[in-house]
């Protein structure tokens, strides 16, 4: 998977280089690349926002910097606002140069979509190699396990951090009527100074599912959210069985295995029930039989 992130503070992203995440990008499972936006610009002071049409307080993001640079990330040539970042940002200018001839090499159109593919959406779908622009918006729809599922198949993600009031509204709109598959989302109901923390949360829900990412994939399939009956997980218990007068369940060192997996989904549903009723008026009926039933 490859991943480019754009940020007037690219050095959020620095700390990609850690833990799992950076171990996954030494083994080549997963490339990062972080841009500075401000290298779009073409004014003294590298501006990237302006006041509100309409009024009201703040900033909000340009379009015409958003354009050049996202319409260079996803290899658009034709773009109506296509020009070379100024000189000076050679780093950057060659890293999308090189994308360029790597997706000629892969057989990718010019703009990132799949050859075979009839829309970046259909080859996303498929699990093929159009590419997935993503904005984080305190005011889209919730980003969820699934959807960090589902990103986990697309073969390049470009994520837009914005800042300041947010950014203009046409960014998403037009990329979405090139053909480009766009999806804003919210990480949750707050508001926080800027999209970097966002994606940084997206980018590890999604990427510790590529397969090979974990040591061991199974600790990937018995989570929280996760599958066809997105429950809470149940709670874990390590060792000594008993810490400071408090002693595990007595059915964990039972050493039966069905009766540990049942008590295991009692509890699984009994807390998604208290915490989070939402996700069980939310689960498929047939899959909760009558004794499920009885712990709502
Ligand atoms: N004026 C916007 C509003 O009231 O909805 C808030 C803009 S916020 C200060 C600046 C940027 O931070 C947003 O454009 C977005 O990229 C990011 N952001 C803030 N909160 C977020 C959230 N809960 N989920 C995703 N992104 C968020």
Known sequence: MQIDIVSVF???????GLSLLGKAQE???????AHNLRDWTHDVHHSVDDTPVGGGAGMVMKPEVWGQCLDDLLGMPDGPTQQQPPSGQTANTADVNGQKEAMKRSGEKSDGTAAEADSPADSYKAGAAGPVLIFPNPSAPLFTQADATALSRAKRLIFGCGRYEGYDARIPDY???QGVDVREYSIGDYVLNGGEVAVSVMLEAITRLLPGFM???ESIVQESYTGDEPLLEYRQYTRPTTWRGMTVPA???SGDHGKVDRFRRDEAIKRTSR?????IARLDCPTLDKHDRRLL
């Open 27 to 33: 083994k080549g499972l997963v490339t990062i690349r």
């Open 175 to 177: 990329y979405r009527n």
């Open 251 to 253: 059915i964990l060192t």
């Open 275 to 279: 915490i989070r009723p939402d996700l």
């Open 10 to 16: 690219p050095e959020y992203f620095d700390v990609t």
């Open 215 to 217: 040591g061991n994939p």
